[in-house]
């Protein structure tokens, strides 16, 4: 490796970064970098030096939407689009069968063998948001039908124990750093108790806004942890397109339905408790008609601050320029992903991501994963396609992410946060050789 990194008692005091080609919002320009306490400054002459010879130094990228644990998780446990779901079967070392990823059920023989195992079998969909359950399992958490959503998958988790999670925190942690993500606004309280969420977040070597899952969140401690902080309140208003329960006002055409409308029925309080603690409310909500409700709703209690919502892959016109008072985290690959799909929905407006941009509506760019890849150049690659520039592309997936929780990150300038990267060729092309969060190196190759 071309440069070098020093510590000062376990703790970086300043440090100067030599000779990178550093990415200033249009282009690559060569200069030197100089940081102190975790922040960009302008000029310090002590601390370790870091020879940038050759490197391109970029913003670290920030996701404002993912799952940490879920993508440890994904990578722990079964992948359906890369195994076969008969030969995961066949292996009697595991206690409990985790495989993600499906998009249609098994056939009835396989159904049948998962159902005599006398241990859990738990197969999710790659949404998420529907998830099959043996029999042995559906007995034990005493449910009705072995097809289970939302809430329910919810039970299921806290099966696992928090040694696991443990292990997939750390697993998703280093996926996210491998490809440069410094930041990462996740939802983790998913089976994990709360004690040990507040212990992954205080000794978590990445920036993490937790979205704390909850519709009670007088319970709960909302503060900084570290470099992460617990500052978001996340709920469902509905669920996924794949697995037709996205909430649309016109109903799917190969089932009648029109998906399912999951606001906690607690939703006004939610929203009165975020308005007098300054929390921000995070809404998933595809549908178009559950972003219609969602935005009633938050009108209908005059709310103050700029709450976010998540997704919008469906919009009734009439809603898209309310859409001006709210952050909003998006996903530009979820388009072409979805195509597949989209014959079964009416909709009037459907990932109108680049109109949102040119609206100037105040939108960041996330994976979702791991419903989709961790990899930043996955959603950069998709943002090209539906007609982002590079440059706007990465604004909104490095500073604009920042800006949704008031946080100077995610931008190469003074008074930033010094997290960065460091490539040894294309950073739009290839992973980083150095990653350094807060002024600190974290991740070296």
Same mark, same amino acid.
């Given at each position: 490796?071309?440069?070098?990194?020093?510590l000062?008692?376990?703790?970086?005091?300043?440090?100067?970064?030599?000779?990178?080609?550093?990415?200033?919002?249009?282009?690559?320009?060569?200069?030197?970098?100089?940081?102190?306490?975790?922040?960009?400054?302008?000029?310090?002459?002590?601390?370790?030096?870091v020879?940038?010879?050759?490197?391109?130094?970029?913003?670290g990228?920030?996701?404002?939407?993912?799952?940490?644990?879920?993508?440890?998780?994904?990578?722990?446990?079964?992948?359906?689009?890369?195994?076969?779901l008969?030969?995961?079967?066949?292996s009697?070392?595991? /206690?409990?069968i &985790?495989?993600? =990823?499906?998009? %249609?059920?098994?056939?009835?023989? #396989?159904?049948?063998?998962?159902? !005599? +195992? *006398?241990?859990?079998?738990?197969?999710?969909?790659?949404?998420?948001?529907v998830?099959?359950?043996?029999?042995?399992?559906?007995?034990?958490?005493?449910?009705? /039908?072995?097809? &289970?959503?939302? =809430?329910?998958? %919810?039970?299921?988790?806290?099966? #696992?124990?928090?040694?696991?999670? !443990? +292990? *997939?925190?750390?697993?998703?942690?280093?996926?996210?750093?491998?490809?440069?993500?410094?930041?990462?606004?996740?939802?983790?309280?998913?089976?994990?108790?709360?004690?040990?969420?507040?212990?992954?977040?205080?000794?978590?070597?990445?920036?993490?806004?937790?979205?704390?899952?909850?519709? !009670?969140?007088?319970?709960?401690?909302?503060?900084?942890?570290?470099?992460?902080?617990?500052?978001?309140?996340?709920?469902?208003?509905?669920?996924?397109?794949?697995?037709?329960?996205?909430?649309?006002?016109?109903?799917?055409?190969?089932?009648?339905?029109?998906?399912?409308?999951?606001?906690?029925?607690?939703?006004?309080?939610?929203?009165?408790?975020?308005?007098?603690?300054?929390?921000?409310?995070?809404?998933?909500?595809?549908?178009?008609?559950?972003?219609?409700?969602?935005?009633?709703?938050?009108?209908?209690?005059?709310?103050?601050?700029?709450?976010?919502?998540?997704?919008?892959?469906?919009i009734?016109?009439?809603?898209?320029?309310?859409?001006?008072?709210?952050?909003?985290?998006?996903?530009?690959?979820?388009?072409?992903?979805?195509i597949?799909?989209?014959?079964?929905?009416?909709?009037?407006?459907?990932y109108?991501?680049?109109?949102?941009?040119?609206?100037?509506l105040?939108?960041?760019?996330?994976?979702?994963?791991?419903?989709?890849?961790?990899?930043?150049?996955?959603?950069?690659?998709?943002?090209?396609?539906?007609?982002?520039?590079?440059?706007?592309?990465?604004?909104?997936?490095?500073?604009?992410?920042?800006?949704?929780?008031?946080?100077?990150?995610?931008?190469?300038?003074?008074?930033?946060?010094?997290?960065?990267?460091?490539?040894?060729?294309?950073?739009?092309?290839?992973?980083?050789?150095?990653?350094?969060?807060n002024?600190?190196?974290v991740?070296?190759?």
């Amino acid at each position: 490796m071309p440069f070098l990194s020093i510590l000062h008692g376990g703790k970086r005091i300043s440090m100067i970064i030599k000779n990178g080609y550093v990415w200033n919002g249009l282009v690559f320009e060569k200069r030197d970098l100089y940081v102190e306490n975790g922040e960009f400054v302008k000029f310090t002459e002590s601390g370790p030096v870091v020879d940038a010879t050759g490197l391109f130094v970029m913003p670290g990228w920030v996701d404002s939407h993912a799952h940490v644990i879920g993508t440890g998780m994904k990578l722990l446990t079964h992948d359906l689009a890369k195994e076969n779901l008969l030969d995961i079967l066949k292996s009697d070392a595991e /206690e409990i069968i &985790i495989a993600r =990823g499906w998009e %249609e059920l098994p056939d009835n023989l #396989l159904i049948n063998k998962m159902n !005599e +195992m *006398a241990k859990p079998v738990i197969l999710i969909r790659k949404c998420g948001h529907v998830a099959w359950i043996n029999d042995y399992l559906k007995a034990k958490l005493n449910f009705q /039908e072995n097809l &289970i959503y939302e =809430g329910q998958i %919810e039970k299921v988790w806290s099966i #696992l124990g928090d040694d696991f999670y !443990e +292990m *997939a925190f750390e697993t998703g942690e280093n996926e996210f750093l491998r490809y440069g993500v410094t930041q990462v606004h996740s939802d983790d309280f998913h089976g994990l108790s709360f004690g040990k969420l507040k212990v992954l977040l205080s000794k978590s070597r990445i920036r993490i806004f937790e979205k704390l899952y909850t519709t !009670e969140p007088w319970e709960y401690e909302f503060s900084e942890f570290g470099i992460s902080k617990i500052g978001g309140i996340k709920v469902f208003a509905d669920g996924s397109l794949g697995g037709k329960t996205a909430y649309m006002f016109q109903e799917y055409k190969d089932t009648g339905g029109y998906g399912v409308f999951t606001l906690p029925g607690n939703f006004d309080d939610i929203i009165k408790y975020a308005e007098n603690n300054n929390l921000q409310v995070c809404v998933h909500t595809i549908g178009d008609r559950a972003l219609h409700e969602v935005l009633e709703r938050f009108e209908r209690n005059g709310v103050r601050l700029k709450h976010r919502l998540i997704h919008l892959q469906f919009i009734k016109r009439q809603d898209f320029e309310r859409l001006k008072k709210y952050y909003l985290s998006i996903q530009p690959h979820f388009y072409f992903e979805d195509i597949p799909l989209l014959e079964n929905v009416s909709f009037e407006m459907g990932y109108p991501f680049l109109e949102m941009y040119r609206a100037g509506l105040d939108i960041a760019f996330s994976t979702d994963s791991p419903v989709s890849p961790a990899d930043p150049k996955y959603v950069m690659e998709a943002a090209l396609k539906m007609g982002f520039t590079r440059e706007d592309a990465i604004k909104l997936y490095t500073e604009n992410g920042s800006k949704i929780i008031g946080l100077k990150c995610g931008k190469i300038e003074i008074g930033y946060c010094a997290d960065f990267c460091l490539y040894d060729g294309d950073p739009f092309e290839r992973d980083p050789v150095g990653i350094f969060v807060n002024g600190q190196e974290v991740l070296r190759r």
